[in-house]
């Protein structure tokens, strides 16, 4: 068979909705693509336990810290089915950590911002976990069936993160005016950073039509983003926070709300690696890299041994 002919047939295979799965044929881009989006999303799973991780020491009671902990430990889970998906496309799990360290491998710029008060945590369940559950919905649809099955439960366990910061929040703003003032700062900070999370603009993304050819992607950056929108105003409003922006403004023509360019040139800035956090994250995730040498070290000696008994 030709290449064009196996490359036809891949796609109607796309078209027709049937899943891709790791030993079908799949054109040398469509794998790259995939390792490419998929481990920049285990590493954002990975990377995102760090600003609230620093919070679970400082939580303000047993019941929110119990919470914190488990939603940060959902957050490991998450990394690892996604970094399992990577390995079925062929790549190690090793070279896959690697390309994050050597700052080859991207992760989701919003994880480079600090978490500076309790109600940052707050902000993050609702905003930062809602913007993500808006994007990883259409993932369970993604034609590569593995990241496709890893997101249905992963966006079982996102749900519950965003209503958990929700109800947070709700607590924060019905409690005195500090409390109210420290959720809408909150707000104030992570609303910018949060709707930058779903990629730059259409005009400006490199591989959504391709991506969405190949129904890797369902929606665009854009369209993702106006959802995201389009659900949160309302929220705002019930637990009576402004989103900090001036144009925001409900367009009956369109049926959407209208809303305020964002700042891409700090959008870029910080995929590039000069956001508030981003050396302080990485410095993190290697020092944890060779602090846990002796562990993986220490299991794969016992494995060896057992296995030398086992066939002995
Ligand atoms: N940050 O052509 P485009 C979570 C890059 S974590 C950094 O539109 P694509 C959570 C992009 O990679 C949820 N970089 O790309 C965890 C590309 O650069 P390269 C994370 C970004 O891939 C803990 C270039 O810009 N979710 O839930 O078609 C606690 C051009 O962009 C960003 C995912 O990872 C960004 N925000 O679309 C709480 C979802 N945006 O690679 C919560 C999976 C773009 O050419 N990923 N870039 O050098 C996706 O859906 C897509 O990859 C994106 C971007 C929509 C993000």
């Known amino acids: 068979m030709t290449q064009a002919e196996k490359e036809r047939r891949f796609q109607e295979k796309i078209d027709k909705e049937i899943k891709i799965e790791p030993n079908d044929w799949m054109p040398d881009e469509y794998r790259q693509t995939l390792v490419r989006q998929i481990s920049q999303h285990a590493h954002s799973e990975i990377v995102g336990m760090l600003p609230e991780g620093n919070w679970i020491t400082r939580a303000p009671n047993l019941r929110r810290k119990a ?10 889970g998450h990394g690892l089915y996604l970094y399992s998906a990577v390995e079925t496309l062929g790549t190690s799990r090793e070279q896959t950590i690697d ?16 978490a500076l008060t309790w109600a940052d945590i707050g902000a993050i369940g609702w905003l ?12 369970c649809r993604t034609s590569y069936g593995p990241y496709a099955r890893a997101m249905v439960k992963i966006c079982k366990e996102e749900s ?8 947070s929040l709700m607590k924060l703003c019905s409690g005195t005016p500090q409390q109210k003032a420290m959720a809408q700062d909150a707000m104030n900070r992570f609303w910018w950073p949060a709707l ?7 005009a400006a993304s490199t591989h959504s ?20 929108v389009d659900a949160t105003v309302e929220q705002a409003q ?18 959407h709300y209208d809303f305020s360019e964002i700042n891409w040139d700090e959008f870029w800035q910080v995929v590039k690696g000069n956001g ?11 020092k944890a890299k060779e602090e846990g040498m002796w562990v993986r070290e220490a299991a794969t000696a016992f494995a060896k041994k057992r296995a030398m008994k086992q066939s002995a």
């Open 276 to 286: 508030p956090c981003n050396k302080e994250r990485l410095a993190a995730r290697v």
């Open 99 to 114: 390309d994050l360290h050597s700052g080859k491998a991207k992760y989701s710029s919003i994880f480079n911002y600090p």
């Open 238 to 255: 019930i637990l009576g926070l402004t989103i900090p922006d001036p144009n925001l403004k409900w367009n009956e023509e369109r049926g």
């Open 160 to 167: 519950f993160h965003q209503r958990q910061g929700y109800e």
């Open 196 to 202: 930058m999370m779903f990629g730059p603009s259409d």
């Open 209 to 228: 039509d391709q991506s969405i050819k190949w129904k890797i992607k369902r929606f665009t950056n854009d369209e993702l983003r106006q959802s995201f």
């Open 67 to 76: 919470v914190l902990l488990a939603k940060v430990q959902d957050e490991a």
């Open 128 to 139: 930062v976990d809602g913007a993500a559950i808006m994007n990883q919905v259409a993932l």
